[in-house]
């Protein structure tokens, strides 16, 4: 009900809450838990820090999303300062390096100051988009290729570039009034089976329809939770006469 490709990259304390099917598509680092909505994928990419991601988001290869900065007003940038993670392979740093406390308590106070991002539902991101922290995604928004994500998204906005700014809305006003309404993504794709999603006034009539009928009604189901510890990854066994194999007979 969860895809995880690559479950190795997700780090140990990380909780994944989700209403399924979600997909972690490709190679996806995972650095903090994160909720996460049904048919959403992400393709490849770094989830430094997410608060949530809705239903029917669509994210492209190369995604980055609420990664932290480094302090740019010490005397260093350099992380090994506060974070023991990237040079533990050293041993006269492993072994003797004692992180200040002050240090870690600022910069852990400068990691919190803005909020993990929120994605709302049937969002498209393109390829290599980063998102930085603080940063709302409207729902029906999609973000261009290659952008850099810096302020909040208007639901059903087209936005590009580095800073990323508005392209266009996706429809006028009145449409973005009722889509909020309806809010499609709340079904399940099974029960919008015969609307005619390239018809967006027709689409909105029929699923309207349907819920005044009594025919449809919206996903109620809890979130399910993913971590390392309850699927771990299957321990590796040794192939009968792999010996052979490598010892070239
Ligand atoms: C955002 C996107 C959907 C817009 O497509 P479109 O509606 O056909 O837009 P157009 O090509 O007509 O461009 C409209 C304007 O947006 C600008 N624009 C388009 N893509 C842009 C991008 N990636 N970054 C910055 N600006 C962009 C164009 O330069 C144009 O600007 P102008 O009006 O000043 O000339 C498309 O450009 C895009 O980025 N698609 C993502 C593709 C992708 O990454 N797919 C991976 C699979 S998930």
Same mark, same amino acid.
């Given at each position: 009900m969860i895809q995880i490709?690559?479950?190795?990259?997700?780090?140990? @304390?990380v909780v994944i809450r989700y /209403?399924?099917?979600?997909?972690?598509? #490709?190679?996806v680092e995972v650095k903090r838990s994160f909720k996460a909505g049904y048919y959403s994928y992400i /393709?490849? #990419?770094?989830?430094?820090?997410? @608060?949530s991601i809705g239903n029917y988001c669509s994210i492209g290869p190369g995604f980055t999303v609420g990664d932290t900065n480094h302090p740019v007003d010490w005397l260093s940038t350099a992380g090994l300062l506060y974070t023991?993670? /990237?040079? @533990?392979?050293y041993q006269p740093y492993k072994t003797r390096f004692i992180p200040d406390p002050a240090h870690v308590a600022l910069k852990k106070d400068m990691d919190t100051r803005k909020a993990a991002p929120v994605i709302g539902n049937d969002v498209w991101i393109g390829g290599n988009v980063t998102v930085l922290r603080g940063v709302t995604i409207g729902d029906g928004a999609i973000v261009a290729a290659g952008s850099i994500v810096t302020k909040d998204v208007a639901p059903f906005a087209i936005v590009g570039g580095v800073p990323a700014k508005p392209i266009r809305m996706r429809f006028d006003e009145e449409t973005v009034a009722r889509l909020q309404q309806v809010k499609w993504w709340d079904y399940d794709i099974l029960d919008l089976? #015969?609307?005619?999603?390239?018809d967006i006034h027709r689409a909105l009539d029929q699923i309207s329809e349907r819920v005044a009928a009594g025919t449809l009604r919206p996903r109620t189901d809890d979130y399910l939770t993913w971590s390392q510890a309850a699927d771990p990854p299957p321990a590796k066994v040794p192939r009968p006469f792999s010996f052979l194999k490598r010892s070239g007979r």
């Open positions: 490709k690559s479950p190795k990259l997700i780090s140990k @304390n /209403r399924a099917p979600f997909s972690l598509v #490709g190679n /393709r490849s #990419g770094l989830v430094a820090s997410l @608060n023991k993670t /990237r040079f @533990n392979w089976m #015969g609307v005619d999603f390239s």
